[in-house]
């Protein structure tokens, strides 16, 4: 099966700057994730999607962060404006059942300067 | 609130060495435990996982049993592989349902020949 498509690979845009992270996760599966990877550091929930609907955001920085999945399917995540702090790793991840059987995407790397 | 901490690399091996990297979780409830691992260039994947005390997850000649006595977790491989070179995540998942998971910061392996 094809696996947790993300884009770009790499951005790198100034501060105050907006940029978004799009993620097409494997058919079928309900739920998705996005998770931020800052450098020397383990993965953190950004937010979690149910089909179209938000199950956990709560570790979302709502000011300046925001994610929609339309349909169901595809999902955007946004920074607007971005930090220095952003510079991370972006990943998507998605799962059929739960449970922590995630299929992770490559991830998005990017850097405000 | 849950929280995994792990042994702090980098981690350097001759190959065919005996690997242990520690893993300890605090947690509410019964988590279901995992290690991803993150080779180069690729995204995580799913290493192995347990779900209850004392099962053990093994998968590529790597094994971690779930020890609810001493909350570990630890990831261990008779021989290592200069293939094995990644980057570990130890994570945990608190409630079936709620499968946000919470990783550790990573340990690095190297295996040189």
């Known amino acids: 099966e094809a696996g947790v498509a993300q884009s770009p690979r790499y951005k790198i845009i100034e501060k105050r700057q907006s940029v978004a992270f799009w993620c097409n996760p494997i058919?079928?599966?309900?739920?998705l994730y996005w998770y931020q990877q800052i450098l020397g550091q383990g993965p953190k929930l950004l937010i979690q999607f149910q089909n179209n609907g938000v199950v956990d955001d709560s570790q979302l920085p709502k000011d300046r962060f925001s994610a929609e999945r339309l349909k169901g399917v595809d999902s955007t995540l946004k920074i607007q404006p971005a930090k220095l702090e952003d510079s991370a790793v972006y990943l998507c991840?998605?799962?059929?059942?739960?449970?922590?059987?995630?299929?992770f995407g490559s991830g998005t790397r990017l850097t405000v300067v | 609130g849950d929280s995994v901490t792990q042994m702090e690399g980098p981690v350097t091996l001759s190959e065919e060495a005996f690997l242990t990297i520690n893993c300890t979780y605090t947690?509410?409830?019964?988590?279901?435990l995992f290690w991803y691992v993150q080779y180069p260039g690729e995204g995580l994947q799913l290493l192995l996982k347990a779900t209850k005390a004392d099962d053990k997850g093994s998968n590529k000649g790597f094994e971690a049993t779930y020890r609810k006595e001493t909350t570990s977790f630890h990831l261990e491989k008779g021989s290592v592989q200069v293939s094995d070179s990644a980057v570990y995540f130890c994570?945990?998942?608190?409630?079936?349902?709620?499968?946000?998971?919470?990783f550790g910061t990573g340990t690095r392996l190297t295996v040189i020949p």
């Open positions: 991840a998605s799962s059929f059942t739960g449970l922590g059987g995630y299929t």
């Open positions: 994570a945990l998942s608190d409630q079936p349902g709620a499968n946000n998971l919470f």
């Open positions: 947690a509410t409830g019964y988590p279901s």
């Open positions: 058919s079928g599966h309900a739920t």
